[in-house]
């Protein structure tokens, strides 16, 4: 019987990509097979392979034809994550097997500044949601996020009345605007010293900052997020080709 985790099919891509590690398969070293898999993760072979074609699309593994899956170059760079893959943080943060929480720091509604303006396509004063968050497992903390998303995109005052706990995304998607996309820099850097002080985050250390606009399939601007990641907790990856 299929026993697919929380987290569905990025949940075994995860498990895959943890298994390569730990059986340790380097550059052309060649997978189980797709029934030695699928018994070992309990799921079926159709889902199997859609995890398998998420790390193909990440050059991670190859499939051959008529030999099978084999370990490429682009799994040598990979800790956990592309860099060019899109995901919400709490899909991220799961995905390196953290259990973790959130605490809302503050959220309001305020006036955009001439850079969240610019970055969400509005105009300087338009009105936005601030969030401010804090993710951490066992205590420690994990990621330190800033979000702007245009009131404009709520109705009827129902800003208020959202669990700022759960995940940005799935809300969004529930009001039919599910970000598909964005545009990112990455950066290495400090969490700014004053939130450092106020959230008493002196220990937090070197971050990857993560600054983005995120886009719904229609291509409006619906978030625009800084994301200060614990350099000791994440590694993130890219391929170049």
Known sequence: MEKLKTG????????????????????????????????RFHVSRPTLREALKLLEQDSIIEAQQGKGRFVTAGAML?????ITKFESVSDMVRSHGYVAETSILGFSTIPADAEVAAALGIAVDDPVMRVERLR?????????????????????????????????????????RRPIASTANISATMLP?????????????????????????????VIFAKDYHRGSAFSFSFVRK
């Open 193 to 221: 010293e004053l939130v450092a002080k106020l959230h008493k985050l002196e220990q937090f250390g070197p971050a990857l900052l993560i600054e983005e606009t995120c886009f719904s399939d229609d291509g409006t601007r």
């Open 8 to 39: 569905g099919i990025e949940w075994l891509r995860s498990s895959v990509l943890e298994m390569i590690r730990d059986d340790g398969l380097t550059l052309g070293d060649k997978l189980p097979s797709e029934k030695e898999m699928s018994e």
């Open 78 to 82: 990979t800790i956990a994550r592309p």
């Open 136 to 176: 951490h497992a066992n205590g420690e903390p994990l990621v330190y996020s800033l979000d702007w998303i245009p009131v404009a995109l709520f109705h009827d005052g129902q800003q208020g009345r959202m669990d700022w706990a759960g995940s940005i995304v799935e809300m969004l998607t529930e009001m039919d």
